[in-house]
């Protein structure tokens, strides 16, 4: 698996990663492989905005259904749609095809002073 440059972890298993100025939100590889076969996708509208924890999606797989966080504050600029035909591809590619959301941050660094660095997510889910 292709593993982002710079990708940060939630505890909650959400991932962010910058580009551009744009802020990637998805769901890391170990939370996929927890779920199982992804069946459904919920997304919020583009132009909603969340606050840092709050819920912004479900996801349903055949094992459970389980609320998604947004990993920090911000407006959503764009979400997958594909995602939403196609929820397996988050089966097939947690980081490439199956990203979840784009964000445009309110305060990026003040937000992110608890995520993890993928490394210290993976040492974290290991125990």
């Known amino acids: 698996m292709n593993i982002p440059e710079g990708i940060l972890c939630t505890k909650s298993h959400e991932y962010v990663?910058?580009?551009?100025?744009?802020?990637?939100v998805g769901l890391t590889?170990?939370?996929?492989?927890?779920?199982?076969?992804?069946?459904?996708?919920e997304l919020p509208d583009v132009?909603?905005?969340?606050?840092?924890?709050?819920?912004?999606?479900?996801?349903?797989?055949?094992?459970?259904?389980?609320?998604?966080?947004?990993?920090?504050?911000?407006?959503?600029v764009e979400i997958n749609e594909t995602l939403l035909d196609s929820p397996e591809l988050l089966n097939d590619d947690a980081y490439e095809k199956g990203w979840l959301i784009k964000i445009e941050a309110d305060d990026f660094h003040a937000d992110s002073v608890d995520l993890m660095e993928y490394e210290d997510y993976k040492e974290e889910v290991a125990n």
Do not use: C, N, R, W
């Open 17 to 24: 990663v910058e580009k551009d100025g744009i802020y990637t």
């Open 29 to 41: 590889d170990f939370a996929v492989e927890q779920l199982g076969d992804i069946v459904f996708i």
């Open 47 to 76: 132009d909603s905005t969340f606050h840092k924890g709050e819920v912004f999606g479900t996801i349903e797989s055949v094992k459970a259904a389980s609320e998604i966080y947004m990993p920090i504050s911000g407006k959503i």
